[in-house]
């Protein structure tokens, strides 16, 4: 299979096992391309893809333009903040001003769970669902099951614990479709009122001790605290979650046991995670920002040709 089964990427959750690792596989092919001296291929050459960002982003926005620039697609740039949506315009007539101008392809992060399957749903161009509120973030789940699987040789049979505000966390969804399609046993690890209710019913395993839960994984992936989406405390301070769910030095230094640190970004450092452990050499958060620029160029690329067959 050279295409994907897909037209759109909405969420891991409709991608087959297949799906995964077809992007996985192409991704590894743009990785070399992209660490080459001449970085460029003409592969989307006379596309046009907008990039319609109604959140915040600064890690997922720059590398999707970075991977569109890489693929020689022509880029439409759009920040809610400086357009018409201040005026009152809805998202639909915003979606559809922009495909007016013949777009190809929508990128889109917006804060309203679903967005991007209803744009889909409405307009003829081919949509990426670059995070929709708490509900997914695909391309994130990609990358890290790529980085995971560049460090080991494989994902399966992998214990990942995932670590933070499970609850308003869309990383946190994808990541566990993602991997228990490619075969990882998945934890998740927070306090309980940041744990969703029947996570279990999923296959997850479910840790409230941090160090319990870091004595059973190889991998752990470290989430911020999404206060932006919280509409009351779920944690009495930082510092007191700092306490029990913080990775810091002396934690690893009593676990006495190597494992792969990863985090999606933003880091809140002091926080989750110290800058003595995302900076440490068992870190490999860089590697996730290098390694997201060729999967987003791999998941452009395969949902593009399918368009064109």
């Known amino acids: 299979m050279s295409h994907l089964s897909v037209p759109h990427l909405l969420g891991i959750k409709q991608l087959t096992k297949q799906d995964i690792e077809l992007i996985l ?4 092919n743009f990785k070399e391309v992209i660490n080459r001296p001449i970085k ?41 903040s400086g357009s018409s949506v201040k005026k009152g315009e809805t998202l639909i007539d915003t979606v559809n001003n922009i495909l007016a101008m013949k777009v190809d392809m929508i990128v889109m992060r917006h804060s309203s ?57 869309r990383v946190a969804l994808s990541n ?15 306090p309980l009122n940041l744990i969703p209710r029947h996570i279990e019913s999923m296959g997850v395993n479910v840790f409230l001790d941090f160090n319990e839960a870091l004595l ?60 003595e452990v995302a900076d440490g050499p068992h870190s490999i958060i860089l590697q996730q920002v290098e390694n997201g620029v060729a999967v987003r160029m791999a998941a452009l690329y395969l949902l593009a040709s399918g368009r064109n067959e």
């Open 25 to 28: 596989d192409t991704a590894q």
């Open 40 to 80: 460029k291929v003409p592969s989307l050459r006379d596309f046009t893809i907008a990039n319609l960002f109604f959140e915040n982003s600064t890690r997922t926005k720059l590398s999707f333009e970075l991977a569109e620039k890489r693929l020689g697609a022509d880029i439409l740039n759009f920040s809610a």
């Open 113 to 169: 769970a679903g967005a991007a399957d209803f744009v889909s749903r409405n307009v003829q161009s081919i949509v990426v669902n670059a995070g929709d509120g708490a509900h997914e973030h695909p391309t994130q789940a990609l990358l890290d099951a790529f980085s995971i699987q560049e460090k080991f040789g494989t994902v399966q049979g992998k214990k990942i614990v995932i670590v933070g505000d499970i609850l308003h966390s």
């Open 176 to 190: 566990i479709f993602c991997l228990q399609k490619l075969g990882a046993e998945v934890a998740v690890c927070g």
């Open 216 to 275: 059973w994984c190889d991998v752990v992936n470290m989430l911020r605290i999404q206060s932006e989406r919280q509409n009351s405390h779920y944690i009495p301070s930082l510092r007191e979650y700092q306490m029990f769910y913080g990775l810091d030095s002396k934690r690893l230094q009593k676990i006495n046991k190597e494992l792969c640190i990863m985090h999606p970004g933003p880091i809140n450092r002091g926080v989750e995670i110290t800058s």
